[in-house]
């Protein structure tokens, strides 16, 4: 029954969702900003939406049954959860006049880069899948650090800028590990990605330039920094990725590799559950 239920959280992107809101609380922390309730949970909803049109839209394209798990039940279920994006949305856009004024104005801008996103896949979508994975970070790691620096101020030091670095590689090399993954999948229901265009070698080699660069950051900070456990929780992040992409045959089994990949947004909890003990 546990199982079932966790399946569904992660066909629905549930885990994704409270991984953004946790990551966005962990920046505040990093930058010593309280970050408002209001904003993270705007966030979340934000993350949800976007995900889930994502994936009906992909659905939407598949004219057989999809072999992917996420994609079939999408494509099963789509008018009910179109509805839900709507109803879900509708309450997002009621909370948007809750947050502070520069959030919001941060906000609009970033819907605005969705938006155009979404209508570039439309108009481009024979050639823009090479960058879908690149701009899909780029978004996430926007999302995450919205509410913390359209409220703060001060000038960003060095380490609050090489953190910004290592969540945009995170992001990029998690989904560029998930399209390796799924080439074959994706092949068959019809879906572009990066490891097509590019190649597995090409791909990988990218994945592994990513993750050594923010473990190169993350040691210099571990040692000369002054958010010590917070790199703790970047190097238990960066560590999953470094599995995914050495033990390969072990986490393609029964979708281990998504699992893992998207709990390593849920690290984070860690920092908050010590200091809640």
Same mark, same amino acid.
């Given at each position: 029954?546990?199982?079932?239920?966790?399946?569904?959280?992660?066909?629905? @992107?549930?885990?994704?969702?409270?991984?953004a809101c946790l990551c966005s609380l962990f920046v505040g922390r990093y930058f010593h900003t309280q970050i408002p309730s209001v904003s993270v949970i705007c966030l979340g909803i934000s993350v949800w939406v976007i995900y889930t049109v994502d994936h009906l839209l992909d659905a939407s394209k598949i004219s057989h049954k999809a072999h992917s798990p996420r994609h079939y039940f999408h494509q099963k279920y789509f008018f009910p959860l179109l509805v839900a994006v709507v109803l879900v949305g509708l309450v997002n856009f009621r909370l948007i006049f809750f947050l502070p004024t520069p959030t919001l104005h941060w906000g609009i801008i970033l819907t605005a880069l969705v938006v155009l996103y979404f209508l570039m896949l439309k108009i481009f979508r024979k050639d823009f899948y090479v960058q879908k994975e690149f701009i899909i970070s780029l978004i996430y790691t926007a999302g995450i650090f919205t509410p913390q620096l359209s409220v703060d101020h001060h000038d960003m030091r060095l380490e609050e800028i090489?953190?910004?670095?290592?969540?945009?590689?995170?992001?990029?090399? /998690?989904?560029?590990?998930?399209?390796?993954?799924?080439? =074959?999948?994706?092949?068959?229901?019809?879906?572009? @990605?990066?490891?097509?265009?590019?190649? @597995?070698?090409?791909?990988?080699?990218l994945i592994k330039m990513f993750v050594s660069v923010s473990f =190169?950051? /993350?040691?210099?900070?571990?040692?000369?920094?002054?958010?010590?456990?917070?790199?703790?929780?970047?190097?238990?992040?960066?560590?999953?990725?470094?599995?995914?992409?050495?033990?390969?045959?072990f986490f393609e089994r029964s979708e281990r590799y998504r699992i893992w990949g998207d709990a390593i947004f849920l690290y984070p909890s860690i920092i908050f559950l010590i200091e809640w003990v």
């Open positions: 029954m546990l199982n079932q239920v966790l399946k569904l959280a992660r066909i629905l @992107s549930i885990d994704v969702v409270l991984g090489f953190l910004i670095i290592q969540f945009f590689f995170i992001a990029l090399a /998690n989904l560029l590990e998930f399209s390796s993954f799924e080439r =074959f999948i994706d092949k068959m229901d019809g879906h572009k @990605s990066f490891v097509q265009f590019a190649g @597995s070698r090409v791909t990988n080699l =190169f950051l /993350n040691v210099g900070l571990i040692l000369y920094g002054t958010h010590r456990y917070e790199q703790l929780v970047i190097t238990a992040m960066l560590s999953t990725l470094g599995l995914l992409i050495a033990f390969p045959h």
